[in-house]
């Protein structure tokens, strides 16, 4: 189990693991964050809500490892989720990695897995031979189509 935080969704991490989240993160995306969000809950993505207890006790680790103030509720709650689901913990959040470390939840790293493959990509004009980041339906600088291609 991989519970998600929300530059998860933002990245667009993937993972052929069951993954989980907490309903907070919903509240901090916004566009095709939020659609991948309610796609990927259509999907089966469990929605975890922490008890108390155990957002008390992230919040005291993190108070020891002086990570608290860093930290918002929402951050909170997705280690506590992660602590309870025995799941790990994927973000790039430093605090938020700490805390885990502190208490034993396992962390996985957004940027050194997720977003390298999904950011390889590059789109080439047929035409002049510029590359984009993203598709175009045609190249905004001499309308020729594009393509996709793998710059490594
Ligand atoms: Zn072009």
């Given at each position: 189990m991989y519970v998600l935080d929300s530059s998860a969704f933002i990245n667009e991490y993937h993972t052929d693991e069951q993954i989980a989240t907490i309903p907070l993160v919903k509240e901090e995306l916004e566009g095709e964050a939020a659609f991948r969000f309610d796609a990927l809950e259509g999907s089966g993505m469990h929605l975890h809500i922490p008890e108390q207890d155990t957002v008390e006790r992230i919040e005291r680790a993190a108070r020891e490892t002086g990570d608290l103030a860093e930290l918002s509720e929402t951050d909170v709650r997705l280690v506590a989720a992660a602590f309870e689901l025995d799941a790990r913990l994927v973000t790039d959040d430093y605090a938020m990695q700490n805390v885990a470390e502190k208490l034993d939840v396992a962390v996985e790293v957004i940027a050194r897995d997720g977003i390298s493959e999904q950011r390889d990509w590059l789109f080439q004009c047929a035409g002049c031979g510029r590359e984009f980041d993203e598709n175009h339906d045609?190249?905004?600088?001499?309308g020729s189509s594009l393509s996709r291609k793998n710059p490594a």
């Open positions: 045609r190249c905004p600088i001499c």
